[in-house]
Structures are given as structure tokens and as C-alpha cells.
């Protein structure tokens, strides 16, 4: 007869490969009967000493300031979306998505018989539980301290916040367990839902800040500050529509959880046929003119760095939706002091050129002039313009550059209300000098798996050609910025041309 441990159940078995993974990254040798005791344990202790910080901290708070309760109902609400909102981010833009559907032992689990319910459960399921656990945990010893400035209609819509963030977690969890593959982007429901969060939290903050720069200060109790009876109208209709928002937001999460979870063991697992995967997203746009446009998004899209240059676009919608959020509350830009223009002008081109330059590295790495000069080269010589090769690949890259750049200069203007209209020709600039350092190496390296490999010449080169354009577009006077935007035109063509000399000049050193 067989040993009573192959009748374990499928959920136990992933419970021991996790903590086995566990164990194995922090590199600890003890039995896994023990460890497995650590982990409970400190589990179960980590919530009583959370709680019991929280009531201190909030002890404190009470004893040594004098808070509105519409305040703090207000820092209460924004403290919960910002910690649900961030969690929720992770959840979706980070290695976490692909803890069932995608990840590396899809395999193994499918091998061993256990379902996909059972790592949902155990990789998913229970730490996003855990999380809002301790989350609710901390708002409980809040309202329990301050029970007294925040009773009354806005209770029930503290209550139901992080209730709501937690069935949105979940609801988002299982739709990524069940999508195939670790190379499909963000579904629109997903990026809908993050979208809300951003913008709601944005408004809540500019409700709650406005009365801070707009009016009198809190203590005063004139102007429209929180104290006055308008304020707290508007903290009453604020705490209704903030609960049955979230009553109707967790309702219909919870509704999709269940769709979502009943299809974990059908769509999460499934054997599906080799060969080019389905979930590499195709283009939409195909100018006959530039002919290699798709074949340069579909290498980009399928290669292992296009993960990293979406987030980098999800968080700068993110952020644009937060500001936004913040502006339909009817605050306006945030109240800089005189005189912070031009800082912030300066930052918000430094802090561009920092994420160009890693945008850059990232697009060329897969996509860019080394790793895909083999197609190049292959398309020239079968009678396709080496101009129209060059011209369709440079489009796509400066296409990435520009639009990143855009979103910085979306953020500064919702912040300061600036137009920083050079930071798109700054991208422009930053990833045509990539592309003309690429293109000028003479021996051009390529790693095992056909991306292509750093060196310090092209560093060197790329971030030399691209500081014209970074002192321009920082430059106060009107001439040196359209000099800038100039130089980075100019630099554009001359990225067109190299590539083209590039694919003409030096053959192809692999095997086709």
C-alpha cells in the first residue's frame, strides 16, 4: 500500500514548497517541521505587537495634538488608500503577477497534481489576506482611540475602505492567476481599477489639503477651513459617497473573485500548443513604408526587459491620474513658494534624463541596432531600402523616449503647473545619442540569448552626445531650449543615418 504521505492534500504540498523556497533564498539549514512552526508562530505574534503599536502611536497622537474629527476621518481615508493603492501596484507590476499563471514551476505543479486553486490560495490568496489584515488591525486601534471625534456618518465609510481595497486585491489577483503566460500586458480592467484608485485617492487628498493653501488654517476655524459648518457638510457627503462607493466597489469585486477563482483550474494550467506565444501583443499600426516596425515591437514586446519599461509607464499614469485627482477637487497646482519654478523645472528634466537613460538601455537591450542587426542585415539583402530599415526602427525607439518624457511633463505641469514642452525633444535627444553610440561601435557584443551587451564605450559616447540637449532643456532663456530641441532633431537624423551606414557596412556574424 502506499505511504500515508502521498494522500496528503495538494494544498498542504504547496504550503511545503513554499516554505521550502523560503528556506532555500535565506539560505537557513534546520528541518522544515521547524521552520514551518518559525513561520506560523511569528505570524501569529507579528498582529498583537502590530496592534499594540498602533494603540501606542495613536495614544500618543491623542494626548499630545488637538485633531478635527473631520481630519482625521480625512488622514484615515488617505492613509488606507495609499497603503491599499501601493499594495495593489505591486500585486500588478512586479514578479508577484506571475506567482500562478507564467511563473517557472507551472510545470512542476501541473506534474505533481496540484491544482491552480491551491497556489492561488497558498502564493496569493493568503498574503494579500495577511496584508489587509494587518492593515484592519492598525485602523481598528485608530478608530478605537479616536472613537469620539469620528463617530457619526463617516464611520461606516471607514469601516468599508480597507474592506473594499482588500475584495479589489483579490478580484485583480485572480484575473492575473487566470491569464496565460508572463508576456501579456496588463488587461484594461486592470489598469481601469488601479486608474480609480489613483484618481479617488487624488481627490481625496486635494479635499482634505485644500483647505490648507486655499483657505484659513484649521486651528482658526475661518474661511473654508474644517471648521467651519460648511467644512463639515462637506465631511458628511464626503463619508456617504465615500461608503456607498466602497460598499458598490466591494460587492462587484468580490463578484469577479468568485467568476475568476471557479476558472483557476481550467484556463491557469491549461497545455497549450508550442511554438510563438499568443500573448505577445501585435501592432495595430503597420505603415507599408517601414516594413520592420512590427518585427521591432515583436521582439521588444516578447523580450525579458519589456516588463520593466511598462511599469515605468504605469507609474507615470498613476501618477498623472493621482495629480489629476487632485485638480478635480478644485485645489489647483500644489502651492509652490516664489521662486521654485525653475528648481522645479530643473528636477523634473533631471529626474527625465535619469529615466530616459534607463528607458534607453532597456528598449536597445532586445530590440536595438546589436541584437536584431542579424534582421537587418537579412532584410537588406533581400532588396528592402536600407533607409526605410533604419528609419522604421529609430521611429520606434524615440516613439518609447518621447512618449516617457511626455509623461514627466505631465506630472511637472500638474504639480507646478509648468510647461516643460522641451522634455519630449530631451527623449528624443537622449535616445538618438543611444542609438549613434550603439551604431558607432566597431565591434558591436552580443550575450547568449541575442541581447546586446553593456560597454563603457557606449555609455561614455550616448551620455556625451545626449548633455547638449540635458543643458538646453534646463536652461532658462527661450534661445537655448529651442537650441536644444534643435540639436536633438538634428541628432534624431543622424540616428537614422548610422543605423543605415551600420546595416550596409558591417556584415552579419551569425548563422541565419
Not at 468580490?254 to 497545455?271: K, T
Not at 536652461?475 to 541628432?491: E, G, N, Q
Amino acid at each position: 500500500m502506499p505511504s500515508p504521505r502521498t494522500h496528503r492534500s495538494g494544498l498542504r504540498n504547496t504550503i511545503d514548497f513554499l516554505l521550502f523556497e523560503r528556506l532555500n533564498a535565506l539560505g537557513w539549514s534546520m528541518p522544515m517541521p521547524v521552520f514551518r512552526t518559525l513561520c506560523v508562530t511569528g505570524s501569529a505574534l507579528m498582529l498583537p505587537v502590530l496592534l499594540a503599536g498602533a494603540l501606542l502611536g495613536a495614544r500618543l497622537l491623542h494626548l499630545t495634538a488637538e485633531v478635527p474629527g473631520p481630519l482625521l476621518a480625512g488622514g484615515f481615508l488617505l492613509v488606507n488608500l495609499y497603503a491599499g493603492g501601493v499594495y495593489l501596484l505591486r500585486e500588478v507590476f512586479s514578479r508577484r503577477r506571475h506567482s500562478v499563471s507564467g511563473c517557472p514551476n507551472e510545470q512542476f505543479f501541473r506534474a505533481l497534481d496540484i491544482s491552480a486553486r491551491d497556489v492561488f490560495l497558498v502564493y496569493c490568496a493568503a498574503r494579500i489576506l495577511y496584508f489587509h489584515t494587518a492593515l484592519f488591525t492598525v485602523d481598528a486601534a485608530f478608530l478605537a482611540v479616536f472613537r469620539d471625534s469620528v463617530a457619526g456618518p463617516s464611520t461606516p465609510g471607514l469601516i468599508c475602505v480597507p474592506l473594499a481595497l482588500c475584495a479589489l486585491t483579490l478580484a485583480v489577483s485572480a484575473r492575473q492567476a487566470i491569464r496565460p503566460g508572463s508576456a501579456r500586458a496588463t488587461g484594461p480592467g486592470t489598469l481601469a481599477a488601479l486608474g480609480l484608485v489613483a484618481l479617488a485617492t487624488g481627490w481625496t487628498t486635494g479635499v482634505l489639503l485644500g483647505g490648507s493653501w486655499t483657505g484659513s488654517a484649521v486651528g482658526e476655524g475661518a474661511g473654508t477651513g474644517w471648521g467651519t459648518g460648511t467644512g463639515a457638510g462637506l465631511s458628511e457627503f464626503l463619508a456617504v459617497t465615500v461608503a456607498a462607493a466602497c460598499a458598490t466597489l466591494a460587492a462587484t469585486a468580490l463578484l469577479c473573485f468568485v467568476r475568476a477563482y471557479r476558472r483557476l483550474d481550467r484556463d491557469a494550467f491549461a497545455i497549450r500548443r508550442s511554438g510563438r506565444p499568443a500573448t505577445v501583443p501585435a501592432m495595430a499600426f503597420r505603415p507599408r513604408g517601414l516594413p520592420l516596425l512590427s518585427v521591432v515591437h515583436r521582439h521588444f514586446a516578447s523580450g525579458r526587459t519589456c516588463p520593466m519599461v511598462r511599469r515605468a509607464y504605469a507609474g507615470l499614469l498613476m501618477a498623472v491620474l493621482l495629480l489629476a485627482g487632485v485638480h478635480a477637487s478644485g485645489s489647483g497646482p500644489l502651492p509652490l513658494p516664489a521662486g521654485a519654478e525653475q528648481p522645479l523645472t530643473r528636477s523634473a528634466v533631471a529626474l527625465g534624463f535619469v529615466l530616459l537613460l534607463g528607458c534607453a538601455e532597456l528598449v536597445l537591450a532586445t530590440s536595438g541596432p546589436t541584437a536584431l542587426g542579424p534582421q537587418f542585415r537579412f532584410a537588406w539583402e533581400n532588396l528592402l531600402s536600407h533607409r526605410r530599415i533604419a528609419a522604421g526602427a529609430t521611429l520606434y525607439y524615440a516613439a518609447h523616449a518621447v512618449l516617457l518624457s511626455t509623461g514627466v511633463a505631465v506630472v511637472a505641469a500638474l504639480v507646478g503647473g509648468a510647461v516643460l514642452w522641451q522634455l519630449p525633444f530631451l527623449g528624443l535627444g537622449v535616445m538618438s545619442a543611444s542609438l549613434i553610440a550603439e551604431s558607432l561601435a566597431s565591434a558591436p557584443k552580443r550575450l547568449v540569448d541575442g541581447t546586446s551587451a553593456p560597454g563603457v564605450f557606449v555609455a561614455c559616447v550616448s551620455i556625451g552626445l545626449a548633455l547638449p540637449s540635458l543643458a538646453g532643456s534646463a536652461a532658462h532663456p527661450l534661445s537655448l531650449r529651442l537650441s536644444a530641441a534643435f540639436y536633438s532633431v538634428c541628432l534624431f537624423g543622424g540616428a537614422i543615418t548610422c543605423i543605415g551606414r551600420r546595416i550596409r557596412t558591417l556584415p552579419s556574424r551569425s548563422a541565419m
